[in-house]
Structures are given as structure tokens and as C-alpha cells.
């Protein structure tokens, strides 16, 4: 049996401010854009891995949720207390720098952690933590 990631979801509250960010910062491409119930659900990926889909939600993907829920989960976006994401990259150091250029909020410049990567972070537009981490050299 063969089982492998095919989506993952990032809570956004502005699809277009999200789009800007993980499309023209990070230059991942958009696959989907699909609105349903007032909600919007943008699918973005990185070119080299064309089975892997990132989806970017609202807070709440249910339309049936009550408003006490959606503004609990607002809440706790607007603190960045959501879960992030760790992307792979060959080069951290020049990913920094081209998503710093983009105008990335950055929350760490590139470091060599003692857990064997050199990473750096950013919070994307919505508050989520995104770390960016290449195997370090030996």
C-alpha cells in the first residue's frame, strides 16, 4: 500500500492578499479558484510537485458553522496561533532573500539549526508561520 500527501490546507481571510504572496512571493502556481456558499477556496502548488495541491481556505470551511466558531477561528488567525508550514528548498538562503524582496514579513533570517537544516520563516499575509528549510551542507 502506497499512501502520499495529496492536499494540504492554509487558513487565509484574503484570498487575493494570500494569491500576491504564495503566487508572486513564492512562485508557486494556481491550479484552482473555486467560490461555493460565499466561501473561496484557491488551490496554489510548486511546479515541481504536481500531485501535491495547497489549499487556501477560509478560516472555517464550513458553511454551516456557526458565527461564535468562524469568529473563534478569526481569532485565533489574527494571532498567527494556526499551524504553519515547512517548505523544502535547495537554497535557503536565496529563497530568504527573494521572499524578503517580495516583501515577506520576516520572523527569522536564515539559521543553521542543530537538528542537521538552515532555515528561515515568515508570516504570510494572514498571520501563518511559513519556514522554508534546506538539509545542511556537510
Request: charge should be negative; glycine fraction near 8%.
Amino acid at each position: 500500500m502506497d499512501i502520499k500527501l495529496s492536499q494540504t490546507f492554509i487558513a487565509v481571510d484574503d484570498h487575493d492578499k494570500a494569491l500576491t504572496f504564495y503566487r508572486d512571493a513564492l512562485g508557486l502556481e494556481v491550479r484552482n479558484d473555486v467560490g461555493f456558499e460565499g466561501m473561496r477556496w484557491v488551490t496554489v502548488g510548486a511546479p515541481s510537485q504536481p500531485d501535491v495541491d495547497i489549499v487556501l481556505e477560509p478560516p472555517i470551511g464550513d458553511p454551516n458553522a456557526s458565527p461564535a466558531d468562524k469568529a473563534a477561528a478569526a481569532e485565533l488567525l489574527a494571532k498567527g496561533l494556526l499551524r504553519g508550514v515547512i517548505f523544502g528548498t535547495d537554497d535557503c538562503d536565496a529563497t530568504f532573500e527573494r521572499i524578503r524582496a517580495a516583501g515577506g514579513e520576516v520572523l527569522q533570517e536564515p539559521v543553521d539549526q542543530p537538528y542537521g537544516v538552515r532555515d528561515c520563516a515568515f508570516r504570510d499575509p494572514a498571520g501563518n508561520m511559513l519556514r522554508f528549510s534546506q538539509p545542511r551542507r556537510q
